[in-house]
């Protein structure tokens, strides 16, 4: 992520390794010190030695110099409400964003926006409301249980499992906001399998030897 200089990227994996770190240290029941230590400067680590060495100091200085005033993605997501005011309910159509944007925007944005940086105003355009209520649910039903499974599971494996999936799915819901993820097929397709461990971690039933 540091090596991206990406501002959103590498704000949204710190804070769901922050996130996930401490609801770690809250919730798995079988903690060994070993596992304590490591959430406990998961943190510091990542900061001290991969910052250093992709320049984590360029990614603060783009975040200390970015500014609503020369950002226009704001203004996207004040006019991208008109078409789904237009069309709640089925949208305006799969990929059709690039088409359907240019005709309610306002002329303050002067680039072409063929994705609209923010998944979920885009998928209530396209997909409709209730498409995209849909998805969400059941990204955040895969949320839950792994949030169950880090809480409940004893199994040395399976924290591990629920701690992954937490952690890519609280950092991929922060970065929807600015950006479009899910509109690549190859990002969406390995983002699934996160979904899936979530699921796997909740449900999966441990063999005892003996």
């Not at 240290?25 to 910052?51: E, F």
């Not at 925007?105 to 680039?111: A, D, R």
């Not at 995209?132 to 059941?138: D, E, I, P, V, Y």
């Amino acid at each position: 992520m540091p090596m991206s200089h990406s501002r959103m990227a590498n704000t949204a994996f710190f804070a769901s390794m922050s996130i996930t770190g401490v609801l770690g240290l809250l919730l798995i029941r079988k903690k060994s010190l070993g596992l304590t230590v490591l959430l406990a400067n998961l943190m510091a680590i990542d900061v001290m030695i991969v910052g250093s060495w992709f320049g984590l100091e360029k990614v603060k200085d783009r975040l200390e110099k970015t500014s609503l005033a020369q950002e226009t993605c704001d203004e996207v997501n004040r006019y991208g409400m008109a078409p789904i005011e237009q069309h709640p309910l089925a949208g305006t159509g799969g990929g059709s964003f690039y088409s359907s944007f240019p005709s309610v925007k306002g002329p303050e944005i002067q680039s072409f926006y063929d994705q609209a940086h923010n998944d979920y105003l885009q998928f209530a355009i396209e997909s409709g409301l209730p498409a995209t209520l849909m998805l969400g649910a059941a990204i955040l039903w895969s949320l839950a249980q792994a949030f169950v499974a880090l809480r409940k599971r004893r199994n040395s494996l399976l924290p591990g499992m629920s701690f992954a999936a937490l952690m890519a799915i609280v950092a991929e819901l922060i970065m929807l906001t600015t950006d479009f993820h899910l509109q690549a097929p190859a990002t969406a397709i390995n983002f699934l399998p996160c979904l899936a461990v979530a699921w796997k971690a909740r449900l999966m039933e441990v063999q005892r030897a003996g």
